[in-house]
């Protein structure tokens, strides 16, 4: 059983593979002061939770974009599951060509992103994925990574709201009741749901300009299936994509080795 770990600013993903099948997986917030032993005896118990054995894991695959908490993942994973995890960086065989000025500046997420794309998919794509950031990133027909964008992600939207103003509450984001808010609450899940949209709407529009009319919109991350709901310029959504990135990346460097 292979075990994928996407190790995020705001989330930490996990899920466990029995051949390309995804079985169990969780979402969880990431700690950035918890160390190599807790997150270990938490990998521990959520496999015991879904009655998997640490012996059925015969694998690890995994990405980050946090520096500090790779060498503690990497810790726990060896300690506690016995397991050297795969590493997905700009050095591995990911079956996508990065067209950038310095590949290794792209996060891994990203990469997986499109390693997934281009298998599941195929180009021209572009990639939607609402995380800390909402990134936007680009395939072309051959499925060359060619780029992208970034934009604040809702989450960091709404606490400056929050953390800037002396008078704004936080708020969940959900859909209120109609655009044009009759409370402050209201207002604001308006302004951070509607305003995100319209975002997206706009910069995908810009993206098929280049990329042309046939550009696949893949939407991922926690946020992904909000979104979808209100504008349909997101063909398909697809909330674990970065996992079936991470399994097909380890597969293809089994083959590669």
Known sequence: MLLTIDIGNTNITIGCYQGVTLGCRWRLATDHDRMSDEYGIQLSSLLQHSHIN?????????????????????????QYLKQEPFIVDSTVNTGVNILLDDPSSVGADRIVDATAVQKLYGGPACV???????????????????????????????????????????VDLVRPPAVIGKNTKHAMQSGLLFGYVSMVEGMVARFRKELGDEMKVIGTGGLA?????????????APWLTLDGLRMIWEMNQQHD
């Open 54 to 78: 640490v012996e059925q894991i015969t694998a690890i695959s995994m990405a980050s974009v946090v520096p500090p908490l790779t060498g503690r993942i990497k810790q726990a994973c060896l």
């Open 128 to 170: 939607v994925d609402f995380g800390t950031a909402t990134t936007f990133d680009a395939l072309d027909s051959h499925g060359n990574y060619l780029g992208g964008a970034i934009a604040p992600g809702i989450g960091i939207s709404a606490d400056a709201l929050f953390q800037r103003t002396s008078q704004l509450p936080r």
């Open 225 to 237: 299936e909000v979104v979808a709901r209100e504008t349909s310029v997101i063909t398909i959504v």
